[in-house]
């Protein structure tokens, strides 16, 4: 009796959690991989004596020049056909996005380097939609050249789901900043742009799953 009304208090939480969109976003395998070089932060490094970064960005449809609400990292035209797994991907269909072809962003990356070379380069990751990043107080005093970039993942209907398109955000060139011990430093307002491509997979590639293609036909349209 105890072991079912568990199991019942389990089953009613995952569907409350649900309506509220608490629902982890489904990765799929063919998405685009995590920077290998993350910037690593040991207690010992996390003390007054330096600094952060935080950054906020939106980003842009670079072929129609649209710059979209904050928090929108991927755009499906509202006559374009999607299987159930990239709809999860992509909650945004239809949603004040221009007539081009579908992406999708995950992860934004701030890829950091200190001009002394005591830190970095080293990237660190933040979800597309949170729409801010802020790195921990770990950075020494000092100049730094920061960059904000992301992958594009577009769908492609031979998987019938997102996968990695081998192309980067169009970022604005690097940014030369003073870190202060104690202090956050911001870089606000960046605009990325997508260019995402007309096709895909490119023309005459061989099916790889790692790198985002796969061997289902490009015809199959279908969304069951």
């Given at each position: 009796m105890?072991?079912?009304?568990?199991?019942?208090?389990?089953?009613?939480?995952?569907?409350?959690?649900?309506?509220?969109?608490?629902?982890?976003?489904?990765?799929?395998?063919?998405?685009?991989?995590?920077?290998?070089?993350?910037?690593?932060?040991?207690?010992a490094e996390r003390n007054p004596s330096r600094g952060s970064v935080v950054v906020r960005w939106r980003l842009a449809d670079a072929k129609v020049g649209t710059v979209l609400p904050r928090s929108t990292c991927c755009c499906v035209s509202a006559g374009q056909p999607l299987s159930p797994q990239a709809g999860q991907?992509?909650?945004?269909?239809?949603?004040?996005?221009?007539?081009?072809?579908?992406?999708?962003?995950?992860?934004?990356?701030?890829?950091?380097?200190?001009?002394?070379?005591?830190?970095?380069?080293?990237?660190v990751s933040s979800p597309c939609n949170t729409g801010e990043l802020t790195t921990e107080y770990c950075l020494p005093e000092g100049d730094y050249d920061l960059r904000l970039s992301a992958d594009i993942e577009v769908y492609d209907p031979g998987c019938r789901e997102f996968v990695c398109s081998g192309q980067r955000t169009v970022s604005p060139a690097t940014f030369r900043r003073h870190v202060y011990a104690g202090r956050s430093t911001s870089l606000d307002g960046v605009v990325l742009g997508i260019n995402p491509p007309e096709l895909f997979p490119p023309s005459g590639s061989i099916p790889d799953a790692g790198s985002g293609l796969c061997t289902q036909p490009l015809n199959d349209l279908s969304t069951d």
């Open positions: 105890r072991a079912w009304l568990r199991t019942r208090i389990r089953v009613g939480l995952l569907g409350v959690m649900s309506s509220l969109g608490c629902v982890q976003v489904p990765t799929g395998d063919r998405l685009c991989p995590n920077p290998s070089n993350a910037c690593a932060c040991s207690p991907q992509c909650p945004n269909f239809g949603s004040k996005c221009p007539d081009t072809p579908a992406w999708l962003v995950r992860n934004v990356q701030l890829e950091i380097r200190s001009e002394s070379g005591n830190f970095g380069p080293c990237v």
